[in-house]
């Protein structure tokens, strides 16, 4: 029986307990996409705080692929020494980070990366009103190996390992979903084909990696739009992923056009309401053998204790760790009250506008 408060391993990381800080852009990276004090000094908080995996916000592994300003670059080598400071502070407090990678494909606007976003196909996604350019042969190679270099400075810089995004409605997730995908190669078509992007990304970072490293995978269960990836192509990525030997996947759901089913849910002020990516988890923990990780709105320590321990491997959250970086340590203490987050999402608004995301409620 799986408890909250218990060690485990994902590959050859050791975690100290099951909770784990989702990833969760910070905008508290310079505009290049050097990181600041301000953004080390809040993975030492959640390091001291004692959750037991960070997932840092996304980190961008190709300039065409950013999206929100002051985001971490992991495009170049030349924040390397930044990030060993970043990661060493985490370490002294005996925590443990994963570096999330990104590309967000057509989900971008080309007046913030001087040029027009990629995409697998030329489709106009809701909330970023332009027409991406469908990606070439060329192109997506140039992306999957962007993924492995980001990845091997990852590991370079101290990072414990590395997630990649494959969920929200990003480069990855438009190459699985038959909405953005409508290419007539090798790329798109089939399941098979549209997983193909996700899974040459992963061998590749693995090649540059190695096997003893972990590897994580934020996935949709389901993008919840008509047309869109659905539960059962989910699975089938999942199982993909699981035989390739991926270390953990992260179930997310919805992307930014998906409305009340988008990704992060407001006003998550009851029980009921909580953990409401459970149900695709549940479809895909019974189809691996790797850890799942659920995410998206738990709040209370019932709900999350029960979803540990009958249905998957870890439980991981975003908004209560702004407004509680010591989350974990205060449920390890005995007082077990819900999280204090209360679902606004008004945390996103300083990140846009004062150098960096804080809980503007507490
Ligand atoms: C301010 C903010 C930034 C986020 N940035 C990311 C991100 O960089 N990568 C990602 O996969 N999800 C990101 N998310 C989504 C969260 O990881 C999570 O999936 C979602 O918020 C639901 O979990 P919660 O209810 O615990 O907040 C972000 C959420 C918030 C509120």
Same mark, same amino acid.
């Given at each position: 029986?799986?408890?909250?408060?218990?060690?485990?391993?994902?590959?050859?990381?050791?975690?100290?307990?099951?909770?784990?800080?989702?990833?969760?852009?910070?905008?508290?990276?310079?505009?290049?996409?050097?990181?600041?004090?301000?953004?080390? #000094?809040? @993975?030492?908080?959640?390091?001291?705080?004692?959750?037991?995996?960070? *997932?840092?916000? +996304?980190?961008? !592994?190709? %300039?065409?692929?950013?999206?929100?300003?002051?985001?971490?670059?992991?495009?170049?080598?030349?924040?390397?020494?930044?990030?060993?400071?970043?990661?060493?502070?985490?370490?002294?407090?005996?925590?443990?980070?994963?570096?999330?990678?990104?590309?967000?494909?057509?989900?971008?606007?080309?007046?913030?990366?001087?040029?027009?976003?990629?995409?697998?196909?030329?489709?106009?996604?809701?909330?970023?009103?332009?027409?991406?350019?469908?990606?070439?042969?060329?192109?997506?190679?140039?992306?999957?190996?962007?993924?492995?270099?980001?990845?091997?400075?990852?590991?370079?810089?101290?990072?414990?390992?590395?997630?990649?995004?494959?969920?929200?409605?990003?480069?990855?997730?438009?190459?699985?979903?038959?909405?953005?995908?409508?290419?007539? #190669?090798? @790329?798109?078509?089939?399941?098979?084909?549209?997983?193909?992007?996700? *899974?040459?990304? +992963?061998?590749? !970072?693995? %090649?540059?990696?190695?096997?003893?490293?972990?590897?994580?995978?934020?996935?949709?269960?389901?993008?919840?739009?008509?047309?869109?990836?659905?539960?059962?192509?989910?699975?089938?990525?999942?199982?993909?992923?699981?035989?390739?030997?991926?270390?953990?996947?992260?179930?997310?759901?919805?992307?930014?056009?998906?409305?009340?089913?988008?990704?992060?849910?407001?006003?998550?002020?009851?029980?009921?309401?909580?953990?409401?990516?459970?149900?695709?988890?549940?479809?895909?923990?019974?189809?691996?053998?790797?850890?799942?990780?659920?995410?998206?709105?738990?709040?209370?320590?019932?709900?999350?204790?029960?979803?540990?321990?009958?249905?998957?491997?870890?439980?991981?959250?975003?908004?209560?760790?702004?407004?509680?970086?010591?989350?974990?340590?205060?449920?390890?203490?005995?007082?077990?009250?819900?999280?204090?987050?209360?679902?606004?999402?008004?945390?996103?608004?300083?990140?846009?506008?004062?150098?960096?995301?804080?809980?503007?409620?507490?």
């Amino acid at each position: 029986m799986r408890k909250i408060f218990e060690e485990s391993t994902i590959n050859r990381m050791t975690l100290k307990n099951r909770l784990i800080r989702s990833a969760t852009w910070e905008g508290m990276c310079e505009e290049a996409g050097r990181p600041t004090a301000r953004l080390i #000094d809040c @993975y030492r908080d959640l390091a001291r705080g004692g959750v037991g995996l960070i *997932i840092t916000g +996304y980190a961008f !592994v190709s %300039e065409e692929g950013r999206q929100l300003p002051c985001t971490l670059g992991a495009h170049s080598g030349q924040f390397v020494n930044d990030l060993k400071r970043l990661t060493g502070a985490v370490h002294a407090e005996e925590g443990k980070i994963c570096l999330q990678l990104v590309h967000v494909g057509g989900q971008t606007k080309a007046k913030d990366i001087g040029r027009a976003p990629l995409a697998p196909s030329a489709v106009m996604t809701k909330q970023f009103p332009q027409v991406p350019v469908e990606m070439s042969f060329a192109e997506i190679q140039r992306v999957i190996k962007a993924f492995g270099e980001a990845a091997g400075r990852a590991r370079e810089s101290g990072f414990d390992a590395v997630q990649l995004h494959g969920a929200h409605g990003y480069l990855i997730n438009q190459f699985l979903s038959p909405l953005t995908n409508l290419r007539t #190669d090798e @790329y798109g078509g089939s399941i098979d084909n549209r997983c193909r992007f996700m *899974i040459e990304v +992963y061998w590749r !970072v693995r %090649e540059v990696v190695g096997r003893d490293y972990p590897v994580l995978i934020k996935l949709n269960g389901a993008d919840h739009l008509v047309g869109g990836l659905d539960l059962e192509d989910a699975v089938y990525a999942a199982e993909l992923l699981d035989q390739e030997g991926i270390d953990a996947i992260e179930i997310s759901g919805g992307t930014p056009a998906s409305g009340a089913m988008a990704p992060i849910r407001n006003k998550i002020d009851s029980p009921t309401l909580e953990g409401y990516n459970l149900p695709l988890c549940r479809e895909i923990k019974a189809a691996v053998s790797c850890p799942v990780i659920a995410v998206g709105g738990f709040r209370s320590f019932p709900v999350v204790e029960r979803a540990i321990r009958d249905e998957v491997d870890y439980v991981a959250m975003a908004r209560p760790f702004i407004r509680e970086p010591d989350l974990a340590l205060r449920w390890r203490s005995g007082n077990c009250t819900a999280a204090f987050c209360i679902s606004c999402s008004k945390c996103f608004m300083p990140g846009l506008k004062e150098g960096g995301i804080y809980c503007v409620v507490k």
